[in-house]
T-cell receptor, first 115, second 116 residues
Framework: DVKVTQSSRYLVKRTGEKVFLECVQD?????MFWYRQDPGLGLRLIYF???????EKGDIPEGYSVSREKKERFSLILESASTNQTSMYLC??????????????FGAGSRLTVL | AQTVTQSQPEMSVQEAETVTLSCTYD???????LFWYKQPPSRQMILVIR??????QNATENRFSVNFQKAAKSFSLKISDSQLGDTAMYFC?????????????FGKGTKLSVIP
């Protein structure tokens, strides 16, 4: 089974702290994504990466950055956390090469609370 | 830009009954993919079913089937013989096909409750 593992299920941080959310996949997928999920807003794309060291902004990149130094790992960074970044963060990976469509496999999610 | 609309924020269905979740989308592309994802309470999002736009035949996966109406840009999900384990958020999603088509656009979701 494809596995996408997010390092933390629940985090509580203080305003202004630097936050790292880690995501690792084990199926050699070239594409990785970070989404933010909020009630009534669905999933919104923050950043994605289609190759090592490559990154593209999604719909809501402000206040976030990402890092992809290895193919299997994609990190989301909040340089200075704010209360409006309290949310559920979902990591996903996918491969166009395997199926012709970017079928995504999701991690379990990281629920971040910023106080 | 593509948009995906799920007009039913919440629905409920009796166990063993059939329910249909609606999804419409807007695109100027002719080739694309459509998906339904399921997110059970406090659990991982998983793929339920997918449809390729160039295929006229509606996709089916066991109790799950879609009604794909390309001209109307409609992609509804039918769940037959509903089970308690079908209780979840359901998200409709759209993706262009072809090289460089990375992004999925998701609807806001429909919360389905299956009632015993």
């Amino acid at each position: 089974d494809v596995k996408v593992t997010q390092s933390s299920r629940y985090l509580v941080k203080r305003t202004g702290e630097k936050v790292f959310l880690e995501c690792v996949q084990d199926m050699d997928h070239e594409n990785m994504f970070w989404y933010r999920q909020d009630p009534g807003l669905g999933l919104r794309l923050i950043y994605f990466s289609y190759d090592v060291k490559m990154k593209e902004k999604g719909d809501i990149p402000e206040g976030y950055s990402v890092s992809r130094e290895k193919k299997e790992r994609f990190s989301l960074i909040l340089e200075s956390a704010s209360t409006n970044q309290t949310s559920m963060y979902l990591c996903a990976s996918g491969s166009l090469a395997l199926s012709g469509a970017n079928v995504l496999t999701f991690g379990a999610g990281s629920r971040l609370t910023v106080l | 830009a593509q948009t995906v609309t799920q007009s039913q924020p919440e629905m409920s269905v009796q166990e063993a009954e059939t329910v249909t979740l609606s999804c419409t989308y807007d695109t100027s592309e002719s080739n694309y993919y459509l998906f339904w994802y399921k997110q059970p309470p406090s659990r991982q999002m998983i793929l339920v079913i997918r449809q390729e736009a160039y295929k006229q035949q509606n996709a089916t996966e066991n109790r799950f089937s879609v009604n794909f109406q390309k001209a109307a840009k409609s992609f509804s999900l039918k769940i037959s013989d509903s089970q308690l384990g079908d209780t979840a958020m359901y998200f409709c999603a759209f993706c262009n096909s072809g090289a460089g088509s990375y992004q999925l656009t998701f609807g806001k979701g429909t919360k389905l409750s299956v009632i015993p």
